[in-house]
């Protein structure tokens, strides 16, 4: 994945979660799973 302004984000799976801590929360909405990354 790309940014806007050229520099990756990620290569794979594992990098993003190096460098991006992940939080997940459910949502009222029965199934629904809010994905966020924070940075380090």
Do not use: C, I, N
């Amino acid at each position: 994945m790309t940014l806007g302004v050229g520099s990756r984000l990620r290569g794979s799976p594992d990098e993003l979660l190096d460098r991006f801590r992940l939080d997940v929360a459910p949502s009222r909405t029965a199934g629904v799973r809010h994905h966020l990354f924070r940075r380090k």
